[in-house]
């Protein structure tokens, strides 16, 4: 059965274009309900550790560089079929591929600044978040 959390975040490009409002709004509009939030900055170091996957990919240096940039916005969200209904939400990694009324087709600049993060799987949604938040930041 598909899990009911997904972790996202708003990404510091969409933060510095004064997005996070109208993101949030697409995303409660979506039937999200928050669990947990926060605002903060990441190092480059702890973008490093989020990203770790990535890390032989030519482009890892230029992505913990620019998530650690500026200030991220980080949640926990909540509905049925959480992970895979914000994938499709948020649209395709390049926004240039993005479906008309996705988050990334409609905030995102480049497939390095692409507005937000979505989990991958319901794993990777629970590793995520006990990666950003503890037990007493949940509501
Ligand atoms: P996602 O699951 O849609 O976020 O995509 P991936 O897991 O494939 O990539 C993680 C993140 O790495 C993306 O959201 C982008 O921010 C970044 N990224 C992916 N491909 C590229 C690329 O070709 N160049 C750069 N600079 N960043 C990339």
Known sequence: MAGNKTFTMIKPDAV??????????MINNAGYKVEALKYMKLTKEQAGLFYAVHKERPF?????EYMSGGPIVAAILVKEN???DYRKLIGATDPSKAEDGTI???FAKSIAANAVHGSDSDENAEIES???F???ERF
């Not at 510095?16 to 709004?25: D, F, Q, S, T």
């Not at 890892?60 to 913990?64: A, K």
């Open 16 to 25: 510095e274009m004064n997005n996070i409002g109208p993101i949030l709004a």
């Open 60 to 64: 890892f240096g230029e992505l913990t």
């Open 82 to 84: 959480a992970v895979a």
């Open 104 to 106: 990334r087709k409609i």
């Open 130 to 132: 006990n990666f950003f």
């Open 134 to 136: 503890s037990q007493l």
